[in-house]
C-alpha cells in the first residue's frame, strides 16, 4: 500500500507488520521507521511472498514505517496511527454464582455486564449473544466501591432474582440519571448490605407510561423481594410535562428507596433521598394520579412488609392534590396492612426556602391514604424531633447505631 492510514490498537504488545511483495521478485526486505523502532530485514521465501517483522517498542502517536525491496529499490511508506485499545468488554463473572463462591463485583465493569447480562435478547450488547439471565437463587458480592458517570448508567438492572449483597460498599452516580439500580426485583430476590448515591431525573408525558416511566426509587423501580440493611441518598425529580390524550388509568409511584413495593419486604433501611415532583399541567380529569414516600411510593399486599426503617430526607410536590393522590411522608399509597416502627427525622424533614414555600407543599400524612383503610395498623410510626425518646429495644443493635444524634446504619459508618 502506498500513502494509506493504518490505525493500530494498542495495549502494550508488540505489533506484526507484513508486507506483501510482488510475487516474482522474492527478494529481501528493509523495513525501517521515522522513530527508528522499527530496523530489520527479511529475506523473501521460494514460494511465500508476505514479509513479517515484529514492531517491538511501540508508542503511541503517529509515525511513517517504510518497506523496500532491497534488490528491485520497489519502495512504500505507510502512516501509522497508534492508539490507546479500549478495556475489552468482560463476558464473565469471577465466581461460580454460589453462596460460597458468589460472583464477584470487584468494579464498575462487573457492574455494568450485569446490567447487560440481565437485559432481555433486544437490548443486550452485541458482544452477548445470549438470552436474559436474572439469576435465580444466584449470589453476588460486591468488594468494592463503585463510581460510575451519569452516561455510564444509561440502563438499569432489569430484572433480578438473586442474592446482591452489597457487603457495606457505595455504589455511587455522578450526575443526573433516569433510572435507580434495579427496575425489578422479582420474587426470589434479595438486596442487602448495600448503600446507592444517585440523582434520578425523569421528564415523563402522562400517556403510555404504566411501568418503565410510572415506577421511580433509588435502589428499586418495582420490589417483589427483599431489602434489608440498605441505605439511598441523593435527589429525586419527576416533571410531569404532557396531559393525557387517552383514558387509561396512569399512576406514578415515587419513592426514596422503591417506587413500588409490590407484596415485597424491607426492613432495616434508611433513606435521605430529596424527592421533588412537578405536575406542569393541570390534571386530566381522573385517569392520572400521584403517589409519593419517602421510601416507598406505593407498598401494595397484605401483612407487615415494611418495618424497622427511617427517613431524613424530604418531599416537595407542586401540584394541588386530587382526590386519587396519594402523598405520604414514609410511604404514598397503601393497602391494608400493619406497619411497625417507621419513623422519619421531624427536624430535617421541611428543607424548603421560603421562596420554595410558595411553589411546594410537603405531605402531612405519614401514610398518603392511610385514612381510607379501617384495615390498616399503626406501631410505632411518626415524626421524631428527639431521638433519645424513642424505644429502639426491639431493633438489631448489630445493625443500628443509636449512640448519635439520629441513628445509623453501622455498614456505612465509615
Not at 458482544?127 to 438499569?156: G, P, S, V
Not at 411522608?329 to 400493619?338: L, N
Request: proline share 3%; charged share 25%; glycine share 10%.
Amino acid at each position: 500500500s502506498q500513502g494509506e492510514d493504518y490505525y493500530i490498537l494498542y495495549q502494550g504488545k508488540t505489533i506484526s507488520i507484513a508486507v506483501e511483495t510482488d510475487k516474482s521478485l522474492y527478494e529481501e526486505v528493509r523495513y525501517w521507521s521515522d522513530d527508528e523502532s522499527i530496523v530489520s530485514f527479511v529475506k523473501g521465501g521460494d514460494k511465500e511472498p508476505y514479509h513479517q517483522s515484529d514492531w517491538q517498542g511501540v508508542s503511541l502517536g503517529s509515525t511513517k514505517i517504510y518497506a523496500e525491496a532491497v534488490k528491485s529499490k520497489v519502495r512504500a511508506e505507510i502512516t501509522v496511527n497508534v492508539i490507546e485499545a479500549p478495556i475489552p468488554p468482560r463476558t464473565e463473572f469471577l465466581g461460580s454464582g454460589t453462596e460460597d463462591d458468589p460472583y464477584q463485583i470487584n468494579e464498575k465493569y462487573d457492574l455494568l455486564l450485569l446490567v447487560a447480562k440481565t437485559a432481555k435478547y433486544e437490548d443486550k450488547p452485541h458482544y452477548l449473544n445470549e438470552e436474559q439471565d436474572i439469576f435465580t437463587r444466584k449470589h453476588f458480592i460486591l468488594t468494592d466501591d463503585i463510581l460510575l458517570e451519569a452516561d455510564e448508567w444509561n440502563k438499569n438492572i432489569d430484572e433480578f432474582d438473586g442474592v446482591f449483597n452489597g457487603n457495606g460498599q457505595t455504589i455511587k452516580i455522578n450526575g443526573a440519571i433516569r433510572y435507580g439500580f434495579i427496575k425489578n426485583i422479582k420474587e426470589n430476590g434479595i438486596v442487602k448490605n448495600l448503600r446507592i448515591n444517585a440523582n434520578i431525573y425523569r421528564i415523563v408525558p402522562t400517556t403510555n407510561v404504566y411501568g418503565a416511566d410510572a415506577f421511580l426509587g433509588i435502589l428499586a423501580d418495582d420490589n417483589l423481594g427483599v431489602i434489608k440493611n440498605c441505605q439511598t441518598s441523593g435527589d429525586i425529580r419527576l416533571d410531569i410535562t404532557e396531559r393525557a390524550n387517552n383514558s387509561s388509568y396512569i399512576g406514578y409511584f415515587v419513592g426514596g428507596i422503591i417506587g413500588l413495593n409490590y407484596a415485597g419486604e424491607m426492613t432495616d433501611c434508611l433513606s435521605s433521598a430529596n424527592i421533588i415532583v412537578n405536575r406542569y399541567v393541570e390534571k386530566p380529569e381522573d385517569n392520572t394520579y400521584i403517589s409519593i414516600g419517602g421510601i416507598a411510593g406505593y407498598s401494595a399486599g397484605y401483612g407487615v412488609d415494611i418495618s424497622k426503617s427511617i427517613f431524613n430526607g424530604s418531599i416537595k410536590y407542586n401540584a394541588k392534590l386530587h382526590a386519587s393522590d396519594d402523598i405520604g411522608i414514609m410511604i404514598g399509597m397503601t393497602g391494608p396492612r400493619q406497619y411497625v416502627d417507621l419513623y422519619y427525622d421531624a427536624n430535617m424533614y421541611d428543607n424548603r426556602t421560603e421562596e420554595e414555600k410558595n411553589i411546594y407543599d410537603i405531605p402531612i400524612e405519614i401514610i398518603g391514604n392511610g385514612g381510607q383503610y379501617a384495615e390498616i395498623e399503626h406501631i410505632n410510626v411518626g415524626g421524631v424531633s428527639d431521638w433519645s425518646t424513642v424505644d429502639f429495644s426491639s431493633w438489631d443493635h448489630e445493625i443500628w447505631d443509636f449512640s448519635g444524634e439520629t441513628p445509623e446504619l453501622r455498614l456505612f459508618k465509615k
